[in-house]
């Protein structure tokens, strides 16, 4: 992707395209995840098909890896893989966005995108105001704010951690959902109503069944899908089920029958993560012209540093993944464009027992790998990837209690040290498939059928290649395929 000649305010062109010569050189970059030209990404924003295109933006600070004041970076695409760089679609230039354009959502009205979003703005003393903005895009590509905020502060009871708001039509006429902190510190999603997108009456706080300790909210993200309401969320400080080994926050979400407009009550009690991964966050979903249900992630979280800081750039997207609903889950899986990227494939049946296997043709780094369980009586099936003579990966499945696991203790250069090296889930039914998508500094697992997904960072301080399967205390029968994915 080429560095757009639209520049932030502040640094000259020189400067813009000499910091990102410096990034471009880095260890680690990416070949088909969508990452920041300069500094940091965070949060993807505005998801949209419109006029032709899928509309992308994403959180950005340009001059370096910190959470800076943030603008909007915006891509578009005709197929989800080849991503065109349109270059800074908000900057914060008003006053009620002056510390930052935070996230936000878009829709679809009279021919127009209507970008709704979170203005930052913090006073002579510091303190920070937030409100609830709006910019419209036109057909031709141009974006105009409103002059003014669509909801100047927060309501009553509410702190000014109020923000992220996410937008969908309803029975009667525009819904909005914001993240929000109550005055006691707990977090809450609060619920807006329109008809016309510009004016907004406060309808109340979302009533739901689930408690929690969290403090916030973030990135709430409402839809509706095979009879079911689900509710997407990033509850800042939930209690962890193991301590050492979990991120400082995670993504969830409730599922239960379709929210109540009226009443705004919406019935869903257990909470699910997401993603059981090292590094994923700020989650937002949007329908294509397909009617699919797609997500994208931020492949990173608030509050940690990465290798990559010093080079003067942080994070990914992951890939675009499509959304199914199935026994009251929410099943993740790659968009089949993701296909395009396949070279011509390498396929083997092998058979293992109390042993390891490895060929050549297994190998890489930007791949996409398919491991299809055919039988399996041993007691534990490993996959170590990316390695070389000091590191890798390792995926362990125990079938004695149905358990997979994540272990990057020897993935690369360490880091995050605080939350842990493992991360662990149960399966239903067993493992039956492993679908592994590597990039340069990034995996991708998505097991059986995205009944569970994993991802994580990683950054190898060698070229690790290698892909080696092992069976312990018993026998494994498998198809694998591999695919090397054209960058």
């Known amino acids: 992707m080429k ?51 899928y509309h992308l933006f994403y959180q950005w600070f340009p001059f370096g890896p910190v959470h800076g004041t943030k603008y909007w970076y915006h891509l578009r695409s005709k197929d989800l893989i080849i991503w065109e760089d349109l270059g800074i679609g908000l900057a914060p230039d008003q006053s009620f966005d002056s510390h930052g354009v935070y996230s936000g959502s878009s829709i679809k009205k009279d021919g127009l ?49 109020f923000r992220d708001p996410k937008v969908w039509k309803g029975k009667n006429g525009y819904l909005m959902i914001t993240g929000a902190q109550t005055i006691a510190q707990t977090g809450t999603a609060l619920i807006y109503q329109s008809s016309d997108l ?69 019935d869903g009690n257990r909470y699910e993560k997401l993603d059981y991964g090292f590094d994923f966050y700020a989650p937002q979903t949007f329908l294509d012209s397909l009617g699919r249900r797609i997500l994208f992630g931020w492949m990173g979280l608030p509050e940690i540093s990465y290798p990559t800081d010093r080079y003067g750039w942080a994070h990914c997207l992951t890939i675009p993944r499509e959304l199914t609903i199935a026994e009251g889950r929410i099943r993740q899986n790659p968009v089949k464009e993701m296909e395009l990227l396949r070279s011509e494939p390498v396929c083997e049946t092998i058979l293992m027992e109390d042993e390891s296997y490895q060929d050549v043709r297994f190998y890489g780094r930007h791949y996409e790998l398919m491991v299809q369980i055919i039988n399996q009586t041993a007691g534990i099936f490993e996959m170590r990837v990316r390695q070389n003579k000091q590191e890798q990966t390792t995926i362990r499945y125990s079938g004695k209690d149905q358990m997979i696991c994540v272990d990057r203790s020897a993935s690369g250069e360490v880091f995050a040290k605080d939350y842990g090296s493992f991360r662990k889930a149960r399966l239903k039914n067993g493992l039956r498939e492993l679908r592994i998508f590597s990039d340069e500094s990034s995996l991708e697992i ?42």
């Open 198 to 266: 510009k004016k907004w009456k406060y309808r109340g706080e979302l009533t739901v069944p689930w408690k929690s300790k969290a403090y916030m909210w973030e990135c709430p993200d409402y839809f509706e899908a095979d009879g079911s309401g689900i509710l997407m969320m990033c509850p800042q400080g939930m209690e962890t089920e193991e301590s050492g080994n979990s991120n400082i926050y995670e993504s969830g979400y409730l599922i239960g029958s379709p929210m109540d407009e009226e009443t705004l009550i919406f």
């Open 113 to 161: 995108l209507y970008l709704l979003y979170t203005g930052n703005h913090r006073d002579d003393d510091w303190v920070r105001h937030s409100s609830q903005c709006l910019a419209v895009m036109d057909q031709e590509g141009r974006i105009r704010k409103e002059t003014s905020p669509l909801i100047q502060e927060p309501p009553e009871g509410i702190t000014e951690h």
């Open 3 to 53: 560095i757009s000649f639209t520049k932030p305010d502040g640094i000259t062109e020189e400067e813009y395209l000499e910091l990102g010569k410096k990034v471009q050189n880095s260890p680690w970059r990416q070949s088909y995840h969508i990452q920041p030209v300069t500094g940091l990404l965070n949060d993807p924003n505005g998801l949209a098909w419109y006029n032709g295109y």
């Open 446 to 487: 998505f097991v059986n059928q995205g009944e569970v997904c994993f991802s994580l960072r990683i950054f190898p301080k060698e070229s690790g290649v290698e892909t080696v399967f092992t069976a312990r205390e018993g026998s494994v029968k498998a198809t694998i395929q591999k695919w090397n994915l054209k960058v």
